[in-house]
C-alpha cells in the first residue's frame, strides 16, 4: 500500500522560503503521480503543483507560477516543494497526493487516491 509522508512545513516571513518534501513509500512508490495540495482555513482544498511519472511533466496554479518548483528524487522516492518569495496568502496545510503512472498530471483533486497526513505552513511577520 502506497504511503505519503510531508515535511518541511513552518513559520517563514513573508519573502521567505520553504521547502517541503513528500517521502513516497510502498507499492507503486517508483511510478506514482504526485500533487501538492493546500487548505487554508475556512477555504476550500485547491491544487498547488503537480508532477508526472514520466517525463516528468509539471503543472502549477496560476498563484504559484514563478514562486513554487516541483520536483522529484527517484533514487530517495521524494518529491519536492520549493516555494520561494512566500506570501501571507501562502498561508495552509499543504498535502501531497498520488496517482498511478502518468504521462501528464492534474491538480483536480479527484483524481489522486492517496494523502498524506499534512504539513502546516504559515506566512507570517
Known amino acids: 500500500q502506497l504511503q505519503l509522508v510531508e515535511s518541511g512545513g513552518g513559520l517563514v516571513q513573508p519573502g521567505g522560503s520553504l521547502r517541503l518534501s513528500c517521502a513516497v513509500s510502498g507499492d507503486g512508490s517508483d511510478y506514482s503521480t504526485i500533487a501538492w495540495f493546500r487548505q487554508a482555513p475556512g477555504k476550500e482544498r485547491e491544487g498547488v503543483a503537480c508532477?508526472?511519472?514520466?517525463?516528468?511533466?509539471?503543472a502549477y496554479e496560476d498563484s504559484v507560477k514563478g514562486r513554487f518548483a516541483i520536483s522529484r528524487d527517484n533514487a530517495k522516492n521524494t518529491v519536492y516543494l520549493q516555494m520561494d518569495s512566500l506570501k501571507v496568502e501562502d498561508t495552509a496545510v499543504y498535502y501531497c497526493?498520488?496517482?498511478?503512472?502518468?504521462?501528464?498530471?492534474?491538480?483536480?483533486?479527484?483524481?489522486?487516491?492517496?494523502w498524506g497526513q499534512g504539513t502546516q505552513v504559515t506566512v507570517s511577520s
Open positions: 497526493a498520488a496517482e498511478g503512472f502518468s504521462v501528464y498530471c492534474s491538480t483536480i483533486d479527484s483524481t489522486y487516491h492517496t
Open positions: 508532477i508526472s511519472t514520466y517525463p516528468d511533466n509539471k
